[in-house]
């Protein structure tokens, strides 16, 4: 990622972050963490990778709410940001926790 990609993608994160804590208005996406943000060099595609606090069925309904509210939060990322085209944003799941806790867990019992 080029110099101008990081910075946006940081952009990025922290306005998504603050548009879904005091904007969003929908129950299901519950608490969530922005743990990622990576931007395509020609800046038109964000990929934001998210996780959720809670079992699998919660993570599933905040995808979904998550795509459903995409309009909005690109709309809103355009008021904030002064670039001339917003990216479009794409949501991911974040599995990098459950992995590494995966992967600890391995280790403990090798170690046993």
């Known amino acids: 990622m080029t110099l101008k990609a990081e910075k946006i993608a940081g952009i990025i994160q922290k306005e998504i972050s603050e548009i879904i804590q005091f ?10 963490t922005i743990t990622d943000v990576t931007v395509t060099n020609d800046l038109s595609i964000a990929k934001i990778y998210v996780s959720f606090l809670g079992q699998k069925p ?6 979904k709410a998550l ?12 008021k904030r940001m002064t670039i001339r085209k917003v990216p479009e944003l794409i949501f991911k799941l974040d599995d990098s926790l459950e992995r590494g806790n995966k992967i600890e867990r391995i280790i403990s019992e090798i170690n046993k």
């Open 67 to 78: 795509d459903r509210s995409r309009g909005y939060l690109r709309s809103e990322l355009a």
């Open 23 to 32: 904007s969003l208005k929908d129950p299901k996406i519950g608490f969530i």
């Open 58 to 63: 919660r993570e599933e309904a905040g995808m």
